[in-house]
């Protein structure tokens, strides 16, 4: 969700809330309302967004929501073109519906707009993963990992990654490859 610090705007204070307890519906209409009073309100399109697609069970590309939630990161970004934000969302969006290489189209315009973003070098690298380029999601991740090294944690593929990719054999030693 795209808090940064604290705001002081209560209704949307109130709207996270009510998403973070899973009270998703509630927060859909507290957000909605929001965006009546506050058109600009660009964090309020960002998190109704995320809270539409946390509301699939099964989401798809052509539900409602989805298209909503699409059209929501769409006009943030438009009324923010500077803003990563709306960018990373859309990626991390794009991902959850297996459109991997549009996901990561959002993500470099995320990195674009702010290139000191390691979730969304990391969502890169996980979807280059996916995509079985293995080189390629080694070094996505290995630029991740100096730009937040608490990432490494969640990144227990990159060693299948380099092992496929030629980097280290199956006990892990690495394979020095002549130049």
Known sequence: MPLFGRTKDLDYRNAARLL???????AITALR??????PEY????????????????????????TVDALALLDTAAALDPKNPIPHFNMGVTLRKLKLLEESLVSFEKALE?????????????????ELERWEEAVRLAKLALIRDPGLESAMGWVRVAMRKAGMI???????????
Do not use: W
């Open 33 to 38: 309302i929001i965006i009546e009073k506050k």
């Open 20 to 26: 973070n307890e899973g009270r998703v519906e509630e």
């Open 42 to 65: 660009i964090n309020a399109y960002i998190t109704l967004a995320v809270a539409l697609m946390e509301v699939q069970e099964t989401p798809t590309r052509d539900s409602p929501q």
């Open 113 to 129: 707009r702010e290139e000191r973003q390691p979730l969304a070098i990391a969502n890169m690298a996980e979807v280059n993963y």
């Open 169 to 179: 054999d199956h006990d892990g030693n690495v394979i020095h490859h002549p130049e």
